[in-house]
């Protein structure tokens, strides 16, 4: 993936590919450098690791700056739209209570309304970032697993993976381990992209719930 080869080549900790290959189903598999490390564990998700992976994602912001590709999904207020359609017809196919379909689908709109309004700041984020994504390793978190990555806001990053952690401090220390390493929080922005988290969520995980 040449943007794991940018952000390696800006100085970010990553995997880098090795080769890719087509498999016989169609999908393309792809061959990456090791890592030695190995997930976080509870006992290691202390205040202290919580704010180095806030900082790993703001330096990982910053490396992915100047990307471009044609074929890059772009996760903007068209994709919002499509989320909040196929909401509605997760709603129709299970039934689902109508007023709370109807909550979610007005969020997305609001969520599309900030977005657009805010292109300009897009760069291609990770969009799943969460401890199961995050290696620990000699150097400290590495984020791994690239496979929905897209042009979109960082806050929709930081979002997810503030929906990923259990507690309002652990939320806040991820937070302010990203500030200060320069990411920059916009809070009405940091809003959409957690409940836009959500949303997914809802999507993604329709015919498992």
Request: hydrophobic residues 45%; aromatic residues 6%.
């Amino acid at each position: 993936m040449a943007f794991l080869t940018h952000l390696a080549d800006r100085g970010l900790h990553v995997q880098r590919p090795i080769a890719e290959a087509m498999l016989s189903d169609g999908a393309m598999a792809t061959l990456l450098t090791w890592l030695e490390g190995h997930p976080i564990t509870e006992k290691e998700f202390t205040p202290e690791m919580q704010q180095r992976i806030g900082a790993m994602t703001a330096r990982l912001h910053e490396a992915a700056q100047g990307f471009h590709h044609p074929a890059m999904r772009r996760f903007d207020a068209a994709y919002v739209a499509q989320t909040a359609a196929e909401i509605r017809r997760m709603g129709d196919r299970y039934a689902l209570n109508p007023g709370e379909i109807d909550v979610a689908c007005q969020a997305a709109h609001l969520i599309g309304d900030r977005l657009r309004s805010a292109s300009a700041a897009f760069v291609p984020i990770h969009c799943d970032l969460s401890q199961s994504n995050i290696l620990l390793t000699e150097s400290g978190p590495v984020p791994i697993d690239f496979s929905l990555f897209g042009l979109g806001h960082p806050m929709h990053d930081l979002g997810i993976l503030l929906d990923n952690v259990s507690t309002l401090l652990q939320r806040k220390a991820i937070a302010d381990g990203y500030a200060q390493s320069g990411g920059r929080i916009d809070l009405p922005l940091l809003d959409a992209g957690m409940t836009l988290g959500l949303l997914e969520a809802m999507v993604f995980h329709a015919d498992i719930w």
